[in-house]
């Protein structure tokens, strides 16, 4: 089963500044082999189900290992069966009819 | 790594009325032994992160099993290692400052 | 248009503990004299849309004076035209089906 | 009051297709003259907190008035009052220490 999710971590007792972690994860998700896009609230990720949430483990577990004590994840996950669909497809899709 | 998390699980491509799709979640939830607690907006989840998260792959699964073609889920998720926390000390945590 | 949110506020660079701050946005929902459920991963709130959102703004200000330097926020809202139905309904919709 | 929100909107009730009505709101989010980016699983825009949560009203009024009968939305917010910080300084930060 394919996922497109949209992932943002946030550490809590770690200040104000967590753009290190979520670089952290960038590193995570990059060594998966998986396509992601960075934005500004969040990062998409595309793969199969079982890898895409292996990496968000794997930066809940990072995350803890540089220091945080507690996270904040929110997540947004879509499937279809209907047919596939890539990130770049569901922004094509808006794009074409704005 | 425990975690709870809150799961809203939106089912589209089959009209209105979600809460059947809803109900199976919880059958899902309740057969894996999970302690959890439905509100308006979701339903929160406490366990070890490969069951919890295991739990909604399951659900993803089941809801395109009884005939949605397409899913789009919101999931909080929250793990820390300063100290155990369950879903009832969270709400009696506030509370108690209320 | 009445709307049914699901708010769950995250103040950093304050420490771990968020509570105080959840307890506070609960003094400022009651004081608004909406009707609202605490659940262990954010608050269910019900009114009129700028009631509602007026009080989420109120609840970002609050954390702010308390000390918070940067706050981060999830909110899922539904609308529905089709019937009236309130928090309190939709949980009965999907106990009914369990 | 400044705030860098990510926009999800789900309409239900209207098939599996949702790219009309994404448009639609980015119609509503230009002609508001906000900054906004388009992602593979939301919009992030960026504005004073009364202007956007303004444009985030008219979305949802706007598809009820296409004939969506149902919608739930997904917004992440953010406000800080230690600095200013745009959607582009906050990529910024993490693609520099990637």
């Known amino acids: 089963m394919k996922v497109i999710i949209d992932l ?7 200040g104000v500044s967590v753009s290190k972690y979520v670089a952290a994860c960038h590193e995570i998700i990059n060594q998966a082999g998986l396509k992601s896009e960075l934005h500004a609230y969040g990062t998409n990720i595309e793969g199969e189900w079982d890898q895409v949430f292996g990496v968000v483990k794997t930066c809940h577990e990072r995350i803890h ?21 890539t990130m770049a497809d569901k922004v094509a899709s808006v794009r074409e009819k704005v």
């Open 65 to 85: 290992e540089m220091g945080a004590p507690r996270i904040t994840t929110t997540i947004k996950a879509g499937t279809r069966i209907d047919r596939d669909q």
């Open 8 to 14: 943002c971590v946030v550490p809590l007792g770690v």
